[in-house]
């Protein structure tokens, strides 16, 4: 799928990448926050020793920062964008529309819905950009 970001979407990305060394692979921006997607396998070295290269991003921006890992597949993608949620499952159904059923612990479900919605939101844009995701539901 292609991604159209905007223009300050690509310029929050470099500059993560000039004070990370990853690439961002795609961003979600809010007046307040910043969703950032990094390459899978990239998560520890783009959040930095002690959490570093998102502080600094922060600080910067005057907003908060959460990355997610990508992932080839849109299970693990969804799993991703979920976390820290504890999901043990994530399944795809192809009906009139494509929704990812994610099986999230019960004690984590306020985790993955995230403050005021925001973390299942995310989520569901993220799983429509990048694979075609028309809906995210928790089990």
Same mark, same amino acid.
């Given at each position: ?20 060394? /990853?690439?961002?692979? =795609? ?7 910043? /969703? ?8 520890? !070295? ?8 998102? =502080? ?12 997610? !890992?990508?992932?080839? =597949? ?15 499952? /994530? ?19 306020? /985790? ?21 995701? =028309? ?5």
């Amino acid at each position: 799928m292609t991604i159209t970001l905007s223009n300050d979407a690509r310029q929050f990305i470099a500059r993560f990448e000039e004070i990370s060394d /990853v690439s961002g692979v =795609d961003c979600l921006v809010t007046e307040s926050r910043l /969703v950032i997607v990094v390459p899978a396998g990239r998560m520890g !070295e783009a959040i930095g020793p002690g959490g570093r290269n998102v =502080d600094r991003l922060e600080a910067e921006t005057g907003r908060s920062v959460r990355l997610v !890992e990508g992932a080839d =597949d849109a299970e693990a993608f969804v799993a991703n964008a979920l976390a820290p949620a504890a999901v043990y499952n /994530v399944t795809i159904s192809h009906n009139d529309d494509t929704v990812a059923y994610a099986e999230v612990a019960a004690d984590d479900r306020g /985790v993955a819905i995230g403050s005021s919605g925001r973390r299942i939101e995310d989520t569901r844009t993220l799983a429509d950009r990048h694979f075609g995701i =028309d809906d995210v539901q928790l089990l």
